[in-house]
């Protein structure tokens, strides 16, 4: 088992920016790719970045390209988001994901969310 809890989030101007973390205790961190995930009211949960087990080989999503960074501190048992430029769209719940394989659609673990708001 792999408990995720996600912090961070909150209500920020649009262009403005928020860090996302997400604390992971259980089993070995290392051990899992961790992703970040969102979903808006009305919508489907979407990706939004993934990154390896050992740090390397961030991935993301078109919309989120460019202005989000996914990082990793396997000592602190941690993964981040830094979400930089933000705009409404990207409101949503955020959630952080672990899984062992990479990327995965459908990780094994989840954390609760935590919630983003970007206001106009």
């Known amino acids: 088992q792999v408990q995720l809890v996600e912090s961070g989030g909150g209500l920020v101007q649009a262009g403005g920016s928020l860090r996302l973390s997400c604390a992971a205790s259980?089993?070995?961190?290392?051990?899992?790719?961790m992703g970040w995930f969102r979903q808006a009211p009305g919508k489907e949960r979407e990706f939004v970045a993934a990154?390896?087990?050992?740090?390397?080989?961030?991935y993301y999503a078109d919309s989120v390209k460019g202005r989000f960074t996914i990082s990793r501190d396997n000592a602190k048992n941690t993964v981040y988001l830094q979400m930089n430029s933000l705009k409404p769209e990207d409101t949503a719940v955020y959630y952080c994901a672990a899984d062992q394989k990479y990327p995965s659609s459908t990780p094994e673990y989840w954390g609760q969310g935590t919630q983003v708001t970007v206001s106009s």
């Open positions: 259980g089993r070995t961190f290392s051990s899992y790719a």
């Open positions: 990154i390896r087990r050992s740090g390397g080989s961030p």
